[in-house]
């Protein structure tokens, strides 16, 4: 199994799981990431970095540098396949893109499609809305939270 990590997800992980506090969450975590079986899109990098030092990332990469992922072709025309939808180009933060800042969500959802993998986000489904879950929903793309992924492998500390 693939778990794609959304920014507020990781955010949360690294603003309150502590590596001196929870060595057994990072023990874990850190088998997901080396195996391959957790990662991220290079957009979620670009985020994260407006709220981390650089030292603070490496705790996701010094087990596999390839844990931010570049889109691939098949994902980029995934991206463009959310954007068909009208209702979803509501999805785009024009205030966000237009300051030249990055935008991880369509890249984080066409990751898990490609894959046929999970996302994990602390975004919430609400009728109607433009968020992950519900575009996940619509592609038929499981998404869950932080809290759902630790149930989901029975991670208990």
């Avoid at 463009?80 to 205030?95: D, G, P, W």
């Avoid at 066409?110 to 619509?138: F, M, Q, W």
Wanted: net charge negative; proline share 4%.
């Amino acid at each position: 199994m693939t778990y794609v990590f959304d920014t507020n997800s990781i955010s949360n992980i690294l603003s309150h799981y502590y590596p001196e506090r929870f060595p057994t969450f990072w023990e874990k975590f850190y088998g997901f990431i080396q195996a391959e079986e957790i990662i991220s899109v290079r957009e979620a990098k670009f985020e994260l970095a407006t709220r981390f030092e650089a030292d603070v990332l490496t705790l996701l990469t010094n087990f596999n540098s390839s844990f931010f992922r570049e889109p691939t072709t098949a994902e980029l025309t995934f991206v463009r396949e959310i954007y068909a939808v009208r209702h979803f180009q509501q999805n785009l933060e024009r205030k966000k893109l237009l300051a030249g800042g990055s935008f991880a969500d369509p890249f984080i959802i066409a990751k898990a499609s490609v894959l046929n993998g999970t996302v994990i986000t602390e975004e919430e489904y609400r009728d109607n809305a433009v968020k992950i879950p519900n575009i996940c929903n619509h592609f038929q793309i499981p998404w869950t939270n932080l809290e759902g992924f630790l149930t989901q492998e029975d991670w208990k500390f």
